[in-house]
């Protein structure tokens, strides 16, 4: 992570299954686990240049409350990836919305990732 680097935390209820989730659909790396032995409780993931971090949302955070898993979407995830349509088949049935070109010249889809969280996944124009 750099300094002034923003990047999410996903709350979740099952960690591992969020994580694997991420790690097959977008073809993360592993960048940092906590506790470093046994089952993580907070984990992050490189995806292409960014970063995206994973904890357990049940139990009370530092500021007093249980961090909960996406009950509607207040926030939409956002990835650029270099084949769509590869995510698109890795996620099967997390699609919501399949690829389909924009009318501002984009082609997206968007995703819905075992949490509820909705992820708006966009061809990489220039992948190289």
Do not use: K
């Not at 073809?27 to 490189?46: A, H, I, M, N």
């Not at 009950?71 to 919305?97: E, F, K, R, S």
């Amino acid at each position: 992570m750099s300094p002034g680097e923003v990047f999410p935390i996903v709350n979740c209820v099952d960690l591992a299954v969020t994580s694997a989730w991420y790690l097959s659909v977008f073809s993360g790396t592993v960048g940092y686990t906590f506790p470093e032995e046994g089952e993580p409780d907070y984990l992050t993931l490189r995806i292409g240049a960014g970063q995206i971090a994973f904890g357990r949302g049940t139990a009370p955070a530092s500021y007093g409350d249980i961090p909960r898993p996406a009950t509607g979407h207040a926030v939409d995830l956002c990835v650029y990836v270099p084949d769509l349509a590869a995510v698109a088949a890795a996620a099967d049935q997390a699609v919501v919305v399949p690829p389909t070109d924009m009318p501002w010249g984009e082609r997206v889809a968007y995703l819905r990732d075992p949490e509820g969280t909705m992820i708006l996944v966009i061809q990489d124009p220039d992948p190289d």
